[in-house]
């Protein structure tokens, strides 16, 4: 049975940091490309950034680049994303995928960005 438990979003100022975790389980974890996607309210959910099976490649939206890193624990079945200079636009709930992405989602992480 697939899980992904993601955590370690909250409440932080504009310009502060904030690191995500996302652990998984139910597949095969370090053959699978994953993603970080968000989704603001009122609005559908973006991609926000990819990381390959190992580690060696990573992607992110224009809108996140330079302030946000993707990383990834194989040995953890755990994908992480740290968000740095998060701005109100960055307001969201962020949620791990596979990608492409699965029919099956976690329970999200609240990030709030606001003073």
């Known amino acids: 049975q697939v899980q992904l438990v993601e955590s370690g979003g909250g409440l932080v100022q504009p310009g502060g940091s904030l690191r995500l975790s996302c652990a998984t389980s139910g597949f095969t974890f370090s053959a699978k490309t994953m993603s970080w996607f968000r989704q603001a309210p009122g609005k559908g959910r973006e991609l926000v950034a990819l990381?390959?099976?190992?580690?060696?490649?990573?992607n992110y939206s224009g809108s996140v680049k330079g302030r946000f890193g993707i990383s990834r624990d194989n040995a953890k079945n755990t994908v992480y994303l740290q968000m740095n200079s998060l701005k109100p636009e960055d307001t969201a709930v962020y949620y791990c995928?596979?990608?492409?992405?699965?029919?099956?989602w976690g329970q999200g992480t609240q990030v709030t960005v606001s003073s």
């Open positions: 990381i390959s099976y190992s580690g060696g490649r990573t």
């Open positions: 995928n596979t990608f492409p992405s699965m029919d099956y």
